[in-house]
Each structure stands twice: as C-alpha cells, then as structure tokens.
C-alpha cells in the first residue's frame, strides 16, 4: 500500500485548506485510514480517522469541531477539510494506514506527509 499526501503548504490563521491522501496498491482500503501530524520537536500527534467500510470517523482533541475528514471509495482518496486554522496547526501532515485508531502504532502503512504552515 501507497500513500500520497498533497495539497499543503501556506494558509493564513482562520482560513481553511484540504488535504487530499491518494491510497494506491491495493484494490481497496480494508480497514481505515488515519490522519497525524508532527510538528518540530515534537511526537507524531492524532488528528483523525475514517472507517473505510462504514465511514464513520474519530479526531483528536486539538482539532474537533474544526477539521473534517472524509473518503471517496471509489477514487482511494481520503480528505482532511481544515477550517479555522490556527497557528499551532503548523506540522507536516501524514496519512496512514489500515487502522482507524488514534495511535501510531496501529498503522502499517505511512506516506511521506505534506506540509501545512498557518501564519496570524
């Protein structure tokens, strides 16, 4: 399994961006995948996650009420919606996947990340 995070780079505090994470070598996602990120000096932190078969999605503390994340089966792809940023989002943003846990660990498969750099 492939992964390919894209669509980072600058945003201004308060605005949004999406995410996309292309999912490829495999016909279908089994389990989920997940959404983290990192910021310099510190560890890889949850954002959220989606259950490939029934959709349903789980997110870290930081960012509930204000990230959204999605699927579309068909095109392999899950999307990190980012409404309202704030400076503290600024990380690389990895996708990963199959697990739709809230923990490094239950992740098998990682792209290389994409990063997002909010500025006030």
């Known amino acids: 399994v492939q992964l390919q995070a894209f669509g980072g780079g600058p945003a201004q505090a308060g605005g949004s961006l999406r995410v996309p994470c292309l999912v490829s070598?495999?016909?279908?996602?089994?389990?989920?995948v997940g959404w983290f990120r990192q910021a310099p000096g510190k560890e890889r932190e949850f954002v959220a996650a989606?259950?490939?078969?029934?959709?349903?999605?789980r997110y870290g503390d930081s960012v509930k009420g204000r990230f959204t994340i999605s699927r579309d089966n068909a095109k392999n792809t899950v999307y990190l919606q980012m409404n309202s940023l704030k400076v503290e989002d600024t990380a690389v943003y990895y996708c990963?996947?199959?697990?739709?846990?809230?923990?490094?660990?239950?992740?098998?498969?990682w792209g290389p990340g994409t990063q997002v750099t909010v500025s006030s």
């Open positions: 990963g996947a199959e697990s739709q846990l809230p923990a490094v660990s239950m992740y098998d498969y």
């Open positions: 070598g495999r016909a279908s996602i089994k389990y989920g």
């Open positions: 989606i259950s490939w078969s029934d959709g349903s999605t």
